[in-house]
């Protein structure tokens, strides 16, 4: 069984940063995986944050974040980061990190990841 947990998350005052990171254990070919962050803003739907691929040579993003938020993974230490720079009070939301059921496959959709992380708070102030 795969499980996947969060850190790094908190409050933040507006045009802050915070580096969220995900630690993978289950799964001994994190490498084949593509990884996505997903954020979820309450009386909202989960939506698609960033994701990279399996190699850490794609890598995908939300209009919403593009050009603020950074993912990078560590294929020898089976985690994943997002960095987010330049904070808005919109980014408030729990997110989460995915990963698919099968390797070698990407997208920008929930259900599209099979295996979620329990979720890490993040609280921009403004």
């Known amino acids: 069984q795969v499980l996947l947990v969060e850190s790094g998350g908190g409050l933040v005052q507006a045009g802050g940063s915070l580096r969220l990171s995900c630690a993978a254990s289950?799964?001994?070919?994190?490498?084949?995986?593509?990884m996505g962050w997903f954020r979820q803003a309450p009386g909202k739907e989960r939506e698609f944050v960033a994701a990279?691929?399996?190699?850490?040579?794609?890598?995908d993003y939300a209009d919403s974040v593009k050009g603020r938020f950074t993912i990078s993974r560590e294929n020898a230490k089976n985690t994943v980061h997002l960095q987010m720079n330049s904070l808005k009070s919109e980014d408030t939301a729990v997110y989460y990190c995915?990963?698919?059921?099968?390797?070698?496959?990407?997208?920008?959709?929930?259900?599209?990841?099979?295996?979620w992380g329990q979720g890490t708070q993040v609280t921009v102030s403004s």
């Open positions: 990279i691929n399996w190699s850490g040579g794609s890598r």
């Open positions: 289950g799964r001994t070919f994190f490498s084949g995986y593509t």
């Open positions: 995915a990963m698919p059921g099968r390797p070698y496959t990407t997208g920008r959709y929930p259900r599209e990841y099979d295996y």
